[in-house]
């Protein structure tokens, strides 16, 4: 897995002006311009590593000539106290890029740990494990990266890949229910690209066979109790793709595996995941 080296330079540069508009007044009023260092950068906690392609484009868009060497790669697990990289260069330079680069491989990594964990609960069934649109604003990119890191997949990147009507979009077609709701997706399908994926939200079982008769390509169950999954999926039988969906939790992926559903969407993945506990500390010569 790699990222596309513009796209993360786009990024990365957005985040260095603001770190620093004018420079670092700290590091140049007390370090000497010709100082130069080494430092590593340090697990503090366990986890699954994301982000050194993002952390080393950092450094270099500080200074081409700073060196930063991983020794774990993405996607590999790592345990409190191991060395990930070391970087070498000139003080006032990895101390401007120091931040920046670890606020990335924190989060990313944070990231790619905890959907570790939930890739772990889904073992020994079908299900996989996927990440929602509930993304920090303009570090989609990154982020979805780091799901994929942790065993994950991703869902649709944009409202322009794919079909998804959800319980709002159906309200308007349908007319706030006086309108037919299968003859209002099948008019949608027939307007569609065959190449376009179809997916439909329910929020309830009597809607499964009104969308199924739509011929959509996934149904996703919002916020359906776990017996409820279980029935919908023997209903559906194949017929689609089936996604559980809405406040799904750690504790209830292994049951919710379990009922035979395709993809578990995680909202929390993205949205609400804590950084990593990693650290950049300067060597002693």
């Given at each position: 897995?790699?990222?596309?080296?513009d796209?993360?330079?786009?990024?990365?540069?957005?985040?260095?002006?603001?770190?620093?508009?004018?420079?670092?007044?700290?590091?140049?009023?007390?370090?000497p311009?010709?100082?130069?260092?080494?430092?590593?950068?340090?697990?503090?906690?366990d986890?699954?590593?994301?982000?050194?392609?993002?952390?080393?484009?950092?450094?270099?868009?500080?200074?081409?000539?700073?060196?930063?060497?991983?020794?774990?790669?993405?996607?590999?697990?790592?345990?409190?106290?191991?060395?990930?990289?070391?970087?070498?260069?000139f003080?006032?330079?990895?101390?401007r890029?120091?931040?920046?680069?670890?606020?990335?491989?924190?989060?990313?990594?944070?990231?790619?740990?905890?959907?570790?964990?939930?890739?772990?609960?889904?073992?020994?069934?079908?299900?996989?494990?996927?990440?929602?649109?509930?993304?920090t604003?303009?570090?989609?990119?990154?982020?979805?990266?780091?799901?994929?890191c942790?065993?994950?997949?991703?869902?649709?990147?944009?409202?322009?890949?794919?079909?998804?009507?959800?319980?709002?979009?159906?309200?308007?077609?349908?007319?706030?229910?006086?309108?037919?709701?299968?003859?209002?997706?099948?008019?949608?399908?027939?307007?569609?690209?065959?190449?376009?994926?179809?997916?439909?939200?329910?929020?309830?079982?009597?809607?499964?066979?009104?969308?199924l008769?739509?011929?959509?390509?996934?149904?996703?169950?919002?916020?359906?109790?776990?017996?409820?999954?279980?029935?919908?999926?023997?209903?559906?039988?194949g017929?689609?793709?089936?996604?559980?969906?809405?406040?799904?939790?750690?504790?209830?992926?292994?049951?919710?595996a379990?009922?035979?559903?395709?993809?578990?969407?995680?909202?929390?993945?993205?949205?609400?995941?804590?950084?990593l506990?990693?650290?950049?500390?300067?060597?002693?010569?």
């Open positions: 897995m790699t990222l596309a080296a796209a993360i330079d786009r990024i990365v540069r957005i985040a260095l002006d603001e770190d620093a508009p004018w420079g670092d007044v700290t590091s140049e009023l007390l370090i311009e010709d100082a130069q260092v080494t430092a590593i950068l340090a697990a503090r906690e986890g699954v590593l994301a982000g050194a392609q993002v952390f080393a484009a950092t450094m270099r868009l500080v200074d081409p000539a700073t060196l930063v060497t991983f020794s774990v790669r993405d996607a590999e697990p790592f345990t409190s106290g191991q060395v990930l990289a070391t970087v070498s260069g003080a006032r330079n990895v101390l890029g120091e931040r920046v680069a670890l606020n990335f491989v924190q989060r990313m990594s944070g990231i790619a740990t905890l959907t570790a964990k939930y890739v772990a609960e889904t073992v020994g069934t079908k299900a996989h494990i996927v990440d929602t649109r509930k993304t604003p303009g570090l989609r990119l990154l982020e979805r990266y780091a799901v994929r942790g065993g994950g997949f991703n869902h649709r990147y944009s409202l322009s890949d794919a079909v998804l009507a959800k319980d709002n979009h159906l309200a308007i077609v349908t007319d706030g229910g006086k309108k037919d709701l299968t003859a209002a997706l099948i008019e949608a399908r027939n307007r569609l690209p065959h190449t376009t994926h179809f997916e439909v939200e329910v929020d309830r079982p009597d809607q499964i066979e009104p969308v008769a739509a011929g959509v390509d996934t149904i996703m169950l919002d916020n359906f109790t776990t017996e409820q999954m279980r029935d919908a999926v023997k209903q559906i039988n017929r689609a793709l089936v996604e559980a969906s809405g406040g799904v939790q750690l504790p209830r992926i292994h049951e919710i379990e009922t035979g559903v395709d993809i578990i969407s995680v909202g929390a993945l993205t949205h609400s995941v804590r950084a506990d990693l650290g950049l500390d300067i060597e002693n010569n």
